[in-house]
């Protein structure tokens, strides 16, 4: 119930801020599906992969919280640093409810700095599972699901089992249609969150060549790989 509570606050600070009467067209959600399988799921376990390493020093796993939470909009992954996660830091959680909890993201990372154990190759894999049609409420959004892989443990030694989570990708125009994490947390019952609650049925069809407006998508990844190595 707190995670709704809290949810609803963080809700009302996106609405105030969002233009909702921006159209949304056909080669605009491919583009952001292709975004959220290529780039913010896997930032997201680049970042965790990070935390997790010992060659991290503590003011640089802040900064690097910092930036991806309260930083440009340009320059992070979260909407801002209230967005809210369902806690996964104790084994379990995804069976036993008692085990979670509701903590704003940059002390998520916190935690998961000093509660999973370090390693040179930290193993963690999010992986892109699911993603539902796009809705809306008073901001778009796409909900996410992902699976988690830790094959770490905690630093009492617990390892945790696989388990599936659910992102909610919340859009911004700012030019064009970008996406950022709004909220982390476990699967909702009975397959909830790939309902037709809440669908957008008004995507307006745009000419556009799919395969061109892929390879477009994978070379601009690929720039930015190049930028990113040669630094």
């Known amino acids: 119930m707190r995670y709704y509570i809290l949810f ?4 009302l600070s ?3 801020a969002l233009s909702q009467g921006d159209t949304v067209f056909s080669r605009d959600t491919i583009e952001l599906n292709y975004q959220i399988k290529n780039t913010i799921i896997p930032s997201y376990q680049n970042m965790l992969t990070l935390i997790a390493s ?3 020093n503590q003011n640089e796993v802040d900064k690097m919280i910092d930036n991806n939470a309260k930083g440009t909009m340009e320059a992070r992954l979260f909407y801002n640093d209230k967005v809210i996660v369902e806690n996964d830091l104790t084994p379990g959680a995804d069976k036993d409810k008692s085990l ?3 903590i704003e993201i940059a002390q998520y990372l916190r935690n ?3 509660n999973y154990t370090k390693s040179e190759i930290p193993n963690i894999s999010l992986t892109v599972t699911k993603i539902s049609s796009l809705k809306k409420k008073q901001y778009f959004f796409y909900n996410v699901q992902f699976e988690c892989i830790y094959d770490g443990t905690t630093t009492s030694g617990k390892k945790f089992p696989k388990f599936n989570r659910v992102a909610e990708l919340v859009l911004i125009k700012d030019g064009k249609w970008k996406s950022y994490i709004g909220a982390i947390r476990f699967p909702l019952d ?7 609650t809440n669908l957008y ?14 390879k477009s998508l994978s070379d601009e ?6 930028k990113t190595t040669a630094r």
């Open 8 to 11: 609803s606050i963080f809700i």
């Open 14 to 16: 996106i609405s105030t």
């Open 54 to 56: 010992p060659d991290m």
């Open 100 to 102: 979670r909890g509701d």
């Open 112 to 114: 998961f700095n000093t």
């Open 190 to 196: 009975n397959n909830r969150d790939f309902d037709t």
């Open 201 to 214: 049925r008004n995507i307006i069809e745009s000419n556009g060549d799919l395969e061109r407006i892929l």
């Open 221 to 226: 990844k690929a720039a930015k790989k190049r």
